[in-house]
């Protein structure tokens, strides 16, 4: 596997439903976010992890709960999701460093509905 | 006002048309701009990066920057039906946060 790996690729969940995302980077970057994104609307970033830490939480409810256990692996806890919530997610990676770029690698994402 | 501005389309070009998309941005503090590309079902794919006002060219794309103007561009020479997907502008201030614009829609008509 290269690049920045999600499964699943498409999930479908009932509002009671708990399900995980996961998401794997090949790339031996130190930084690892998700996004959601919707019709319409620009990328949402969720959450930041600079070396395995959270460092951003973007206002997400709290039935996203996502975990890093290690600088390659990511994870997002999906739980009493509401329909509103279907969506694309994506996982990206990046490398930070004194010379970051600030550019970030997208796995091919999630779709998510949530009946 | 939003930190970055980019008309969604959807923009239809013959194919070996020149294809122009623009972003504007109201953060002086930006200095990292890319553009991605996402094939439908697919994740965004890095394009381009550039960060510098002046023009970066790969192939038959041209990233375009101008600082003054808060205003990037991308072009795409000779487009081909392989062309057709979305396009995202994002810059960043250089604090591993990007900000994206909606997305440019390009379908390219063989």
């Known amino acids: 596997e290269t690049g920045v790996t999600q499964t699943p690729r498409h999930l479908v969940m009932g509002m009671t439903n708990k399900k995980s995302l996961k998401c794997e980077q090949h790339l031996g970057h130190n930084a690892m976010y998700w996004y959601k994104q919707s019709a319409k609307k620009p990328l949402e970033l969720m959450f930041v992890y600079n070396f395995k830490e959270q460092t951003e939480n973007n206002s997400v409810p709290s039935r996203f709960s996502p975990e890093c256990p290690n600088s390659s692996h990511l994870f997002l806890h999906l739980h009493t999701l509401q329909p509103e919530d279907s969506a694309l997610y994506l996982c990206a990676s990046s490398q930070l460093d004194s010379d970051s770029t600030d550019t970030q690698y997208f796995g091919p994402g999630t779709r998510l509905t949530v009946l | 006002q939003k930190e970055v501005e980019q008309d969604p389309g959807p923009l239809s070009v013959p194919e070996g048309a020149i294809v122009s998309l623009n972003c504007t941005y109201s953060?002086?503090?930006?200095?990292?701009f890319m553009w991605y590309r996402q094939y439908s079902r697919k994740g965004p794919e890095l394009l381009m990066y550039t960060y510098s006002s002046g023009n970066k060219e790969d192939g038959r794309f041209t990233a375009q920057v101008d600082k003054s103007s808060k205003y990037i561009s991308l072009f795409i020479r000779d487009s081909q039906p392989s062309d057709s997907a979305t396009y995202l502008c994002a810059m960043s201030r250089g604090n591993n946060r990007l900000a994206f614009g909606k997305g440019n829609q390009v379908v390219v008509i063989p």
């Open positions: 953060n002086s503090a930006f200095q990292y």
